[in-house]
């Protein structure tokens, strides 16, 4: 498919809100949920239906030169407003709420934590799983852990559920050879079942996992599959298993460079979205940054033929991540770093793409002229949010300054002007959610402004 560019008429209007004075910034005081740590990493933040914020970051260290994935703890919103701390455990991956006021998690054990140079060559770990709830009380038993596996990769894991309760874990196996990729499905108020493998052959890796609000599941992941006297192809796939029915065949989505970031969606009609960001491996990049998204019609349907966001002008490995989200009415949301220039004179303007009922992208419009996109989030109404943190140093694509923030209502056409969330602190990695009882969203991320007391940062929109 042919990649989308902009006109340069198209490019001007599109950077006009980040060029033109910000908007007012209706955003709370960002509030210190910790009170300082030496190093954090891998903020999250998600709502049960009960409108209280459950969040959750790493707190590492250095062990053997190798930053160690230490352990995790989860913060539950009070009813004033402030946060309350729970839990010691190694998070696999991002907490997964549902209900009123449940959660799950995938967990590795505590030991799991103490990364270790060797355990980069030999990521094989046991795997396990435990509830809790949010609410007045946090509730997360740290020694409530049930083991799935023994030997999953702890670098490849996912997990979703929906407010039904339904739960899908989602993880790579390596064997001699070959991977396999692993699920196991828990149905409301039961267990979960025995892991099943859904691919069985290739390399495969970047699992990401979502369910729709009727219990359609979908499984995307990255896979590299070797043939003697060929080149070794590296594809991205899905997998879908509609409520009552079995799994249906992978489906070949699109190609993959070396390494891909996959972010999932699925609307309440069974529309799903699945958008990659792809690029060679390697210390150095080698080839364009490339975005790419398809989407599935609801119902018995096969993914459409992938679409080409953006294939980068520069060379340089990228900013931020590709985030994806769905609204209630199926409108597809693709939020994304481009690259330009070269070398020390790159850019990484922040974009975004939307699809309504055409089910094709229309031109990106340009949200920031330099920064790494974070997050991007949708509510019940369709009002949709788009957080990022501004680069403030030309060519260098890590070191980060301020959150800021676009809505899009769910009547508009564009985003609006980008408002301010934190105060420029070397703010990074924000993540955002919509509390489901005020439809306001809110944004968590990490404050490095002190090498020796990062802290998680918390604000929400007021208005």
Do not use: C
């Not at 970047?206 to 729709?212: E, F, K, L, Q, Y």
């Not at 690259?339 to 055409?358: C, E, K, M, Q, Y």
């Amino acid at each position: 498919m042919p990649t989308l560019r902009l006109a340069p008429a198209v490019a001007a209007l599109a950077l006009v809100p980040a060029s033109s004075a910000l908007a007012a910034a209706p955003w709370s005081p960002p509030a210190s949920v910790t009170t300082g740590s030496p190093q954090l990493a891998e903020p999250t933040i998600a709502f049960n239906s009960n409108g209280r914020a459950l969040l959750s970051v790493r707190i590492t260290s250095q062990a053997q030169g190798v930053p160690s994935r230490g352990f995790s703890r989860l913060f539950g919103q009070q009813p004033d407003g402030s946060f309350a701390g729970r839990g010691r455990v190694v998070l696999a991956a991002p907490p997964a709420v549902y209900g009123r006021s449940r959660l799950a998690l995938v967990r590795l054990p505590l030991a799991a934590g103490n990364l270790t140079a060797d355990d980069l060559e030999q990521p094989e770990s046991s795997l396990g799983y435990s509830f809790g709830r949010t609410g007045d009380e946090l509730e997360v038993d740290p020694g409530a852990y049930r083991r799935l596996t023994t030997r999953a990769d702890r670098n490849d894991v996912a997990i979703a559920a929906n407010d039904r309760g339904d739960v899908a874990a989602v993880w790579v196996e390596h064997l001699s050879g070959r991977d396999h990729l692993v699920v196991a499905l828990r149905r409301p108020n039961r267990p979960f079942g025995r892991p099943a493998v859904i691919v069985g052959s290739g390399f495969i890796s970047s699992p990401a996992v979502t369910w729709s609000a009727g219990s359609d599941l979908l499984v995307a992941y990255q896979r590299s599959i070797s043939r003697r006297g060929r080149p070794t192809e590296r594809r991205v796939e899905a997998r879908v298993r509609r409520a009552g029915h079995s799994w249906g065949r992978p489906q070949r989505l699109g190609a993959s460079s070396g390494f891909s970031q996959i972010s999932v969606a699925a609307a309440p009609n069974g529309r799903m979205l699945v958008a990659w960001g792809t690029q060679d491996l390697g210390e150095e990049a080698n080839t364009p940054w490339i975005v790419r998204a398809a989407q599935r019609p609801a119902g018995p349907r096969a993914f459409r033929a992938a679409q080409d966001l953006e294939r980068s002008e520069g060379i340089e490995r990228p900013a931020g991540r590709v985030a994806a989200a769905l609204a209630r009415d199926g409108t597809a949301t693709v939020a994304w770093s481009s690259i330009t220039g070269a070398a020390s004179r790159s850019g990484f303007p922040a974009r975004v793409a939307t699809a309504r009922s055409s089910l094709r992208f229309g031109a990106p419009q340009t949200l920031s002229p330099n920064a790494a996109v974070g997050d991007v989030t949708t509510d019940d109404r369709g009002s949709t949010l788009v957080v990022w943190t501004t680069l403030p140093m030309p060519g260098n694509n890590q070191t980060t300054d301020q959150v800021f923030a676009s809505l899009r209502a769910a009547d508009a056409a564009t985003f609006a002007a980008p408002e301010p969330v934190s105060p420029i602190e070397r703010a990074d990695l924000p993540r955002a959610a919509f509390d489901p009882k005020t439809d306001r969203p809110a944004v968590v991320w990490i404050s490095r402004t002190s090498e020796t007391r990062q802290q998680l940062r918390f604000a929400a929109r007021t208005g």
